[in-house]
């Protein structure tokens, strides 16, 4: 009994130690959870702020900003782009091509590079003669909106004939007029004047119905003599359509390509056909058939092109 009495105070000191310990331990672990828990709260305060000054930026940067232009997502000012490259590959590619046409055209022919354009024209010597009707209402054909539909300094004319009398005068019954780049800018059937005798279509391909609703011959004289004025005249034996049209055209304002020296040379120094001339000079089949004056007068014009250069020089040097 007396050694109970004895420990018991050692008993009761140990066991407030120890709870002393449990509370210790227990206030230490309280005061870390509350630093961890303040530690995390000003972090927090911290990321928000940050936000909040990034998104504030970013509301003052859209305001500075055009009110139509949008915030880009692409790359940073003075950062090319994919599309920046093709485009500059484009832009060096259009000046490339565009100085080679420009070297090409320096050295080209005219009427050959225009020709591609001859199939789009409403009145086309691609046309047989035979199915190709122009009417006698049709009036000159200049369209002011288009620079290759309109008169040219140069005009190339061609005139299909009938014979009247014993038959071999000619008497006028078709005139087309084209210019420089082959355009045909007025064609026009002739009524007679006088009973026809022969109508030669197998080479000029004019029927009686041509002729019927045909234009008054003063007319036609009138409006060609107008389109010719001041302009240089082109064509092949020029003195037949002029005769027929009795008209007069300056001889310095001629180019007649059966009088032209260097063609003359396709024939041996003969006065050469119009035909041949194509088939040597150019390449191209004409007169297989039924003649047509839009495709004589664009044959006479593009031999004439083709070779301007050289034969105004001549001209030239002859004066």
Known sequence: MVE????LPVIIVVALLILCRDMLSKMMKDQQS???TKRNTEESAANNKKSFSTSSESRNIEKRMKPNQKPSNGPAHGTPTTNWEKFKDLIKDSGSDEKKIRTNNAHAKTFPRQRRNYSHVECTASTPASTFSPTAKSKVNIAKNKTMNQ???QVAIDCEMVGIGNGTENMLARVSLVNRYGVCVYDKYVKPREKVQDYRTPVSGIRPDDLYN??????????VAEILQGRLLIGHALKHDTDVLFLSHPKRMIRDTSRYKQFRKVS??????????AAEL????????????VEDARTAMQLYMLYKNQWETDIRTKR
């Open 4 to 7: 109970a009495a004895t420990f």
């Open 34 to 36: 509350i630093t961890r």
């Open 151 to 153: 008169l040219t300094k």
């Open 214 to 223: 045909g234009e008054n011959f003063e007319t036609v004289q009138r409006e």
């Open 268 to 277: 041996m120094g003969n006065t050469p056909s119009l035909k041949r001339l």
């Open 282 to 293: 150019l390449g191209i089949d004409i007169q297989s058939g039924e003649h047509s004056s």
